[in-house]
């Protein structure tokens, strides 16, 4: 079943605050024409940030990639503005960033005096009670660009992965290369063997997680053995525990891999996804 999202009751577009219905932009705007673009979302815990400063940089990061003057930290002031302005000041919610190149006759190369498109706006989104849930995925090949460490609001290949698993009953697809784990359509993997944790490092082939590296960081804490190494398809045998992250999936615990329609995971033991989700629990709440 997938679920029905509703529209935010208003956004902020390139300085001024409108209902989604009156928020236009011209068909010649380089993210509307061609995906030219960064986008970043930011969780809010009742209405408090988590990791607002690592998520804005990370926004910075992707625009001076690709060579979008615009500062990122500029948008502080207006993200807290959408939140009290939506009413969320005290709820969980999230506020979505867009930046792209602007408005510019249709070209390949990079406009020179295009102006960049900004929108924003909060909205709410269930936290709470993400460690009782658990999923069942799908493993699909990796069929995006070779830099995935960039926030691109180009995400063909993310929605087909995301729409194959969606349609047949997953919650998420798992994207691999050359038989490799990467990353989820939308999130981060981590792979639980003989009691170390393992995920892919960073690099070009992965989305730089903001969960995920405060997953690294309690898992150091709780003094787990961590290594920062890719998991093969063909090592999921010796896999005891698999969960993923992200910034509103949070750590999910996966009951179950599918491949090929033959199931190639089961779940044997969560003791380790338990415990980071619980002191994540305390990271983000303060309970």
């Not at 180009?154 to 047949?168: D, K």
């Not at 998420?172 to 792979?191: A, K, P, V, Y």
Request: glycine residues 6%; charged residues 30%; hydrophobic residues 35%.
């Amino acid at each position: 079943m997938k679920a029905e999202k509703p529209y935010p009751k208003e956004v902020y577009l390139n300085g001024s605050w409108l209902k989604p219905e009156k928020a236009q932009i011209s068909v010649f705007d380089r993210g509307f024409m061609l995906g030219d673009g960064i986008y970043e979302v930011s969780p809010f815990y009742k209405g408090k940030d988590f990791k607002l400063k690592e998520h804005l940089q990370r926004l910075q990061y992707c625009l001076d990639e690709i060579s979008l003057d615009f500062d990122a930290f500029s948008l502080e002031e207006v993200i807290y503005e959408a939140i009290e302005r939506a009413k969320l000041s005290t709820e969980d919610c999230a506020v979505y960033m867009q930046v792209t190149r602007g408005v510019a006759p249709r070209t390949h190369y990079y406009p020179e005096d295009a102006r960049p498109t900004v929108l924003l706006y909060a909205y709410p989104v269930k936290l709470e009670g993400f460690e009782e849930k658990s999923w069942k995925v799908s493993v699909t090949k990796d069929l995006r660009w070779h830099r995935c460490d960039i926030k691109s609001i180009s995400l063909l290949a993310n929605i087909r992965a995301n729409e194959e698993a969606i349609s047949n009953g997953f919650n998420e697809n798992l994207l691999i290369r050359n038989g490799w784990f990467t990353e989820g359509s939308h999130s981060s993997i981590f792979f639980v063997k003989q009691g170390t944790l393992f995920t892919h490092p960073e690099g070009h082939n992965i989305l730089s997680g903001i969960t995920r590296q405060v997953v690294l960081d309690l898992a150091r804490d709780l003094d787990l053995k961590v290594k920062e190494e890719r998991v093969h398809l063909d090592e999921l045998v010796e896999v005891e525990e698999v969960f993923l992250t992200g910034t509103t999936t949070q750590i999910m615990k996966v009951d179950s891999i599918t491949y090929k329609d033959k199931k190639v995971f089961t779940a044997k033991k969560d003791e380790i996804t338990r415990k980071l989700q619980e002191v994540f629990v305390k990271e983000t709440r303060g309970e």
